[in-house]
């Protein structure tokens, strides 16, 4: 079993920033994949940006240039670190933990982008 923390989430005006904050139980190096997902109402959700073991760092398109993955293994953390936030950007933003053999997701902190 994994446990994911996360933090950061907020409400902040378009163009503004936040600092999504993601701990683990267990330590970062046995994922398979961690990152960030968001769900937006009424959408599926999808990636936003995820470390993929090798060495992989993986952006959706639409964040690319604005968010900024990183990681602190000695707090078993990941960071996503959202910069000229948009409105389009609003969601519910899900941290998920990958082994060969199970998933797991966090609770989800709500991001709203709004003036």
């Known amino acids: 079993q994994v446990q994911l923390v996360e933090s950061g989430g907020g409400l902040v005006q378009p163009g503004g920033s936040l600092r999504l904050s993601c701990a683990a139980s267990?330590?970062?190096?046995?994922?398979?994949?961690m990152g960030w997902y968001r769900q937006a109402p009424g959408k599926e959700r999808e990636l936003v940006a995820n470390?993929?073991?090798?060495?992989?760092?993986n952006y959706a398109d639409s964040v690319k240039g604005r968010f900024t993955l990183s990681r602190d293994s000695a707090k078993k953390t990941v960071y996503l670190q959202m910069n000229n936030l948009k409105p389009e950007d609003t969601a519910v933003y899900y941290c998920?933990?990958?082994?060969?053999?199970?998933?797991?997701w966090g609770q989800g902190t709500q991001v709203t982008v709004s003036s």
């Open positions: 267990r330590s970062i190096f046995d994922s398979r994949m």
């Open positions: 998920r933990y990958q082994l060969i053999s199970a998933n797991y």
């Open positions: 470390f993929i073991s090798g060495g992989i760092t």
